[in-house]
């Protein structure tokens, strides 16, 4: 079995938000007028906490909405992997 690294976490994270033409960062580069973060609506990023991590989409206002359960590395990956071939069956790509 290979390890899967953070890197290679966000690498499939990454081909999902180009799959399905979302932004690459949760964040837009630029700030608001009161110099507040922009949130990218749509983006699918990780989130990380307490050793564990979990696949979670920006909504509109900067809010995240779970996709997936939090746990280890591999499970993660596992569900994104899951969850891109979902896509792609999907959309027939």
């Known amino acids: 079995m290979d390890r899967i690294t953070l890197k290679r976490l966000e690498s499939i994270v990454g081909r999902i938000n ?25 983006n699918y990023h990780l989130d990380c906490a307490y050793g564990g991590y979990r696949l979670v989409r920006m909504c509109d206002g900067g809010g995240k909405r779970d996709i997936s359960p939090r746990g280890t590395k591999r499970e993660t990956y596992e569900y994104c992997r899951a969850f891109l071939d979902g896509i792609s069956a999907a959309t027939g790509a």
């Open 18 to 42: 180009s799959v399905l033409d979302m932004p690459e960062s949760p964040y837009a580069a630029q700030r608001d007028d009161r110099g507040g973060l922009v949130a990218n609506a749509g």
